[in-house]
Nanobody
Framework: HVQLVESGGGSVQAGGSLRLSCTAS????????MGWFRQPPGKEREGVSC????????YGGDPLKARFTISRDNVKSTLYLQMYSLKPEDTAMYYC?????????????????????WGQGTQVTVS
């Protein structure tokens, strides 16, 4: 069965860095687009970044693109999100998600329904 397991979250001071990982199993990881979303306390879940099966990337806005880097290792079936210069407003539960499609397809990936499988999330707290 499909599993997505996030790790790497934690508490960090403003200006610090974290690298999130998402280990996938139960499907052809290398064939699908993958995404990172986050949900701040009391707010809606929002798209952070998406990566095509081939490695092309897109972000949920220039401010995120400036500080976050999404990547994938298809051999290890693992998705990453490197986060730099973290701010208190980055505090959120971070989720990885797998799409049934190979590409992020413009801004379509920002719709949660573009993704069929979700992990349980990893908490990031920036103070």
């Amino acid at each position: 069965h499909v599993q997505l397991v996030e790790s790497g979250g934690g508490s960090v001071q403003a200006g610090g860095s974290l690298r999130l990982s998402c280990t996938a199993s139960g499907f052809a990881f290398g064939d699908v687009a993958m995404g990172w979303f986050r949900q701040p306390p009391g707010k809606e879940r929002e798209g952070v970044s998406c990566i095509n099966s081939s490695g092309g990337t897109t972000y949920g806005g220039d401010p995120l693109k400036a500080r976050f880097t999404i990547s994938r290792d298809n051999v290890k079936s693992t998705l990453y999100l490197q986060m730099y210069s973290l701010k208190p407003e980055d505090t959120a539960m971070y989720y990885c998600a797998a799409s049934p499609r190979a590409r992020c397809n413009g801004d379509h990936w920002r719709d949660r329904n573009y993704f069929g499988y979700w992990g349980q999330g990893t908490q990031v707290t920036v103070s």
